[in-house]
């Protein structure tokens, strides 16, 4: 019996196209609610990031499950990367090529500088561009992700120069930098702990590269019809797209919810 839903926002409740939750979403949602089902966001956002979504919910896997909190803010785990790590990223700015970054702290977010690429990405995912400074202010802080706009080629150069961290990528222009052993199945771990729930009990839905560890964990893992072909390889179940009323067509297929007349 699903006790428990996890949900990506980008590309999963909220559609590229329109940047907007399907109605029938937030109806399935409401129903599951009705139905006693728990509701998590499980996000590569932080919680500052995550606005009105027209459905209230139980708490977050943000920052793909380096910060965990309840709705009210309540931080269940929380891990920042390394600090040689960071500073190591630092160096390689200074000393061989500069690229946008953007650094996640406890409850703000600053970018060494935007780009073309950049501008285009957060207004993509609808979210306000971070402030601006020099990120080395932050080589003392506990920093909890990065925004970093570099390609794949360069990611291993710049990777291997973190070996306490891990690169995550749901788009070819940017990668999320979260410490290593951190994901969202990690996050629904700690989620399902402090609301004793078990994991056989509960349902997840993604669309990206950060999904793929959270669908292969949860009870029944959902990959959205616009979907990469690695996530739908381990999802448990494939449905139509968010703009196809992906989420309220597999929870009616799953039978979780009825379908309204």
């Not at 428990?4 to 940047?19: C, E, M, P, R």
Request: charged share 20%.
């Amino acid at each position: 019996m699903i006790k428990a839903a996890f949900f990506d926002i980008d590309g999963t409740l909220i559609s590229f196209k329109t940047h907007q939750i399907p109605a029938s979403t937030i109806d399935a949602i409401h129903q599951l609610q009705q139905q006693g089902v728990k509701i998590f966001l499980a996000t590569g956002r932080h919680p500052i990031w995550v606005q009105d979504l027209g459905f209230d919910f139980n708490g977050f896997v943000a920052l793909n499950g380096g910060l965990c909190t309840t709705r009210s803010g309540e931080v269940l785990y929380k891990k920042a990367l390394p600090a040689e790590d960071f500073k190591s990223m630092l160096k390689y700015q200074r000393e061989k090529k500069s690229f946008p970054c953007a650094c996640v702290l406890d409850n703000s977010i600053w970018a060494n500088y935007v780009n073309d690429t950049a501008i285009a990405l957060y207004n993509h995912v609808g979210v306000k561009l971070p402030d601006i400074q020099p990120i080395e202010n932050f080589a003392d802080q506990p920093v909890y992700q990065l925004i970093a706009f570099f390609n794949a080629e360069q990611e291993k150069e710049i990777m291997a120069n973190m070996p306490g961290c891990v690169a995550t990528r749901w788009h070819p222009d940017f990668a999320d930098v979260v410490p290593k052993g951190i994901d969202k199945g990690v996050g629904m771990d700690h989620i399902l702990a402090h609301y004793h729930l078990q994991l056989e009990d509960t349902i997840a839905f993604g669309d990206g590269g950060n999904d793929v560890a959270m669908l292969r964990h949860a009870g029944i893992g959902v990959a959205m019809g616009n979907a990469t072909d690695e996530v739908k390889s381990v999802a448990d179940y494939v449905t139509s797209s968010v703009d196809e009323d992906g989420i309220a067509k597999a929870l009616i297929s799953l039978g979780i919810i009825e379908e309204k007349k």
